[in-house]
């Protein structure tokens, strides 16, 4: 897997737990040493120290996801495949309940929704290595700024157009 | 009609050259068809049966004459030398070539036009009354609200890659032309008890495998709310609509499987959540928009025209004219025309380069230089003074656009059909070309009056063929096209859907079905009524006795020979 | 991702011979596998007359869509003219082959003379 932020690739800090097996194998301090538990896990795993991991399917509840919203500092959320847009929606969400940390987008994303993932609240995205070789990062770099404004306000950093027409129109009355 | 500033302007522009580095990208294997085919469909780019499709948006299916005279050129220069309007006011051209629709999408942007999200699991291109702002009966102008919902919708972040296609329509009229009842959201303009602006919103109309009529979930949004309650509505159904069946993917089916109490409570939550205020449009921006649809220079003019009335007694031809095409306007003196492009043996909503540019000429001299697209696949032309029509007409008739029969039953929609749609299991166009011919006499077609007949080359019902009087569905049975017919469909305010005869019929029976159909209402009709409220009246039953009888009269006649 | 293209047509009974029909990338407009390489012309393309030629040039049809040259490859169960020239033999199909039924002007029929 190939982590991809707006500055680049990154070093992947979490280590996925896929069973409960793999939550009692010593962390250590090499790269990914940090837990990324499935939301399903959880119960059934000796909690890990905070501030850990999470991983959420695209359709978990937000009622299901509050409870840990303290104890972690990254969500990973499925994308089961780049045409399935349920995660954004679920990213919006937890911007707006008030999570703070990474917001990851974990699947078989594609270059061409970099930029609406950022907008939706994601921080970076985790894809299989063969969608990476395919579509390396310097295309993911280039795709996110191929669009330079946008309608919607409350999406994105900047002002929305809308935001953009109301300064020009202050501007010039003043 | 709205002109783009500087950021709608670049905000094309950049689209347009991000498509440009998609097609790149695919050409270089970077993207496998798999993951361009979405993306060239949210550029309105299909792959069709014999070439590339592409459709190009019109937005509540206003046009100016120089945006014509565009398409015009795009036609001859890039396609074959016509263009095909849509059932939702759009233009389809269709034979463009992949390495060349990077160009034509340039050619749009000159003229502040676009592709964008004419196709794909997006908001699609929101339609509105062909005769917004002009229109004796209207409440207000929906033309504003579409533009607003246009900007608004585009390229939107978290809505790009919903469970299926999602349609928007809006009328501001008592009688509603935009069939807001079988669209994902339908907006009604009205206003409140104390005269306030808003909407009456419906969601879950639609047509295709599963027709339904739209639920009404709000009886009243204030104006100013309404991009906040669109995003919530469209929130729920991002989140929670089906992915795993894609006949069950449309929001229609969301509506009717949750229940409507139960999804109107789960959007109301997600409005009460989101911050209404930071998603809405500011007064100012509304405002702004709707500036550009300020009711033009009319000259005051007395309600009738002398000339008019003259040349119309002097010109049968005229007058039937004035008669069947005429639309009664706001504004006295003027009218407003429905330019059938539905000649009898004609493909309906065809234009050819050549006529695009004469009717780009002739909406410039005669109609401010504005026309609409209508989902009947017909134009319009909005601001027409009565004493310039016998000259308009003239002229329309020169270039074989004064086909005099709007709502009659030779104007018959149709989707592409077998003839260029990858999607279809039967032909349509030909049909509607039988059919035309069929019922060709002027004098006929007028005794018959208003009569919808709506024809769709497979399930999925571009055609609308659910909610025409008489609808007609191309099928494939036994490696052979067949015919399913319907009766009794409605597209307005009475939405309602057909109800089907009896079994399918081969294509060359299609016509003689018909017009045993037409004759049973003409037998059946009361007064002065048309054909959709004797079916009301009388319901399918006599109209099912007569197909029934014209099956078995078929049969016998193949059985002798 | 639902398919949104219709590659392939119900045939009843045997599906030999058959062609392999694609759209050609670039251009969009049906192609043809043939001897060497894709035609536009139906009559010249390769017809495939026992399984283990047309599993053949199934796999062909889909290296070259893998190599972005054509997409959605099939095959196409068809009928030998009189001329010996392959005819479709599903109507969708022949509709590919041979352009519009409305705009005979059109298509490959209007390339390539009448079909069939």
């Not at chain 1, 770099?141 to 994105?156: A, I, N, R, W």
């Not at chain 3, 070259?64 to 033999?89: F, M, Q, S, W």
Request: aromatic fraction near 8%.
């Amino acid at each position: 897997m190939t982590v991809i932020t707006p500055e680049g690739e990154r070093r992947d800090a979490y280590r996925l737990i896929e069973t409960t097996e793999d939550a009692k194998a010593p962390a250590g301090n090499a790269a990914g040493s940090k837990p990324l538990v499935p939301l399903a896990l959880l119960g059934e795993i000796e909690t890990p120290e905070a501030p850990f991991g999470l991983f959420v399917e695209n359709t978990a509840e937000i009622a299901e996801i509050a409870p840990h919203l303290g104890s972690v500092d990254l969500i990973a959320i499925a994308f089961p495949a780049f045409s399935d847009g349920r995660g954004f929606s679920l990213a919006k969400r937890l911007r707006r309940e008030g999570f703070t940390g990474t917001l990851r987008a974990k699947g078989p994303l594609i270059a061409d929704q970099f930029a609406d993932a950022l907008a939706c609240g994601f921080d970076e995205v985790d894809i299989p290595d063969t969608m990476a070789n395919r579509q390396p990062v310097q295309q993911w770099l280039e795709m996110k700024d191929t669009m330079s404004v946008h309608y919607q306000t409350g999406f994105g950093e900047g002002k929305s157009i809308l935001q953009q027409r109301m300064a020009a129109r202050e501007e010039a009355a003043r | 009609m709205y002109r783009y500033d500087e950021f709608d302007e670049r905000f094309v522009r950049e689209r347009v050259a991000q498509f440009g580095e998609q097609v790149k990208r695919r050409l270089d294997g970077s993207l496998t068809e798999d993951e361009f085919k979405p993306l060239r469909l949210k550029n309105g780019l299909y792959l069709q049966l014999h070439a590339y499709m592409l459709r190009v948006a019109i937005p509540y299916g206003t046009l100016s004459g120089r945006q014509l005279r565009q398409l015009a050129k795009i036609a001859r220069d890039y396609d074959k030398g016509y263009g095909h309007f849509t059932t939702r006011q759009n233009i389809q051209f269709n034979w463009p070539k992949l390495k060349d629709v990077p160009a034509i999408l340039d050619l749009l942007a000159d003229v502040e036009m676009h592709a964008i999200q004419t196709s794909g699991n997006c908001i699609r291109n929101t339609t509105a009354d062909q005769f917004s702002g002009v229109a004796a009966d209207e409440v207000e102008d929906p033309r504003p609200t579409a533009e607003l919902l246009r900007q608004w919708s585009s390229q939107h972040p978290e809505f790009v890659w919903l469970p299926r296609k999602f349609k928007i329509a809006v009328t501001g009229a008592e009688h509603d032309r935009a069939a807001i009842r079988v669209h994902d959201i339908g907006l009604r303009m009205r206003r409140n008890e104390a005269g306030e602006p808003g909407y009456e919103i419906s969601v879950g109309g639609g047509l295709g495998r599963t027709p339904m009529i739209g639920k009404v979930i709000r009886e009243f949004l204030p104006k100013d709310e309404l991009l906040a309650y669109v995003e919530a509505i469209m929130r729920v159904y991002n989140a929670e609509g089906r992915r795993d069946n894609k006949f069950k993917a449309r929001v229609k089916i969301l509506v009717h499987e949750t229940g409507t109490e139960e999804f109107t409570a789960r959007v109301e939550e997600e409005y009460a959540k989101l911050d209404g205020p930071t998603v809405n449009a500011p007064l100012e921006e509304v405002e702004r928009i709707a500036a550009y649809f300020a009711p033009p220079a009319y000259e005051d003019l007395p309600a009738e025209s002398v000339t008019l009335g003259e040349a119309r007694k002097a010109d049968a031809g005229l007058d039937r004219f004035v008669e069947q095409n005429g639309f009664a306007h706001k504004q006295p003196g003027y009218i407003a025309l429905t330019i059938s492009l539905k000649p009898i043996g004609g493909v309906p909503g065809d234009m050819s380069a050549d006529q695009m540019e004469a009717f780009a000429d002739i909406a410039e001299r005669y109609s401010l230089g504005e026309l609409r697209v209508t989902h009947s696949q017909n134009l319009v032309l909005p601001y027409v003074k009565k004493d310039d029509l016998p000259a308009l007409y003239a002229e329309l008739k020169t270039h074989d656009l004064a086909t005099a029969n709007a709502g009659l039953v030779t104007d018959i929609i149709a989707c592409p059909g077998l003839d260029y749609c990858a999607l279809a299991t039967a032909k349509s166009i030909p049909i509607a070309q039988e059919i035309a011919k069929t019922f060709a006499d002027d004098a006929r077609q007028k005794a018959i009056g208003e009569l919808p007949i709506k024809i769709s080359g497979c399930i999925n019902a571009c055609g609308h063929h659910h909610v025409g009087a008489i609808g007609i569905l191309g099928l494939e049975k036994g490696g052979r096209e067949n015919y399913q017919i319907t009766v009794g469909g409605d597209a307005t305010e009475h939405a309602s859907l057909g109800e089907r005869l009896g079994p399918g019929i081969d294509a060359e029976d299609v016509p003689g079905a018909i017009e045993a159909l037409v004759e049973t209402y003409l037998s059946e009709r009361e007064g002065s009524e048309s054909f959709i409220e004797t079916v009301r009246r009388t319901g399918a039953d006599p109209f099912k006795a007569s197909f029934a009888g014209f099956i078995e009269t078929r049969a016998a006649q193949e059985a002798a020979e | 991702m639902a398919k949104d293209h219709r590659a392939g047509s119900k045939v009843k009974g045997d599906k030999l011979p058959a062609i392999v029909m694609a759209s050609d990338l670039l251009e969009g407009d049906t192609v043809f596998l043939a001897e060497t390489g894709w035609t536009r012309d139906s009559k010249a393309a390769r017809i495939a007359h026992d399984q283990e030629s047309a599993d053949a040039m199934e796999a062909e049809g889909k290296a070259a869509a893998a190599a972005n040259a054509v997409v959605d490859p099939y095959l196409v169960p068809v009928e030998i003219t009189e001329e010996g020239h392959p005819l479709a033999r599903h109507f969708r199909d022949v509709m590919r082959q041979k352009g519009p039924s409305i705009h005979p002007d059109m298509g490959k029929q209007a390339d390539f003379g009448p079909i069939a």
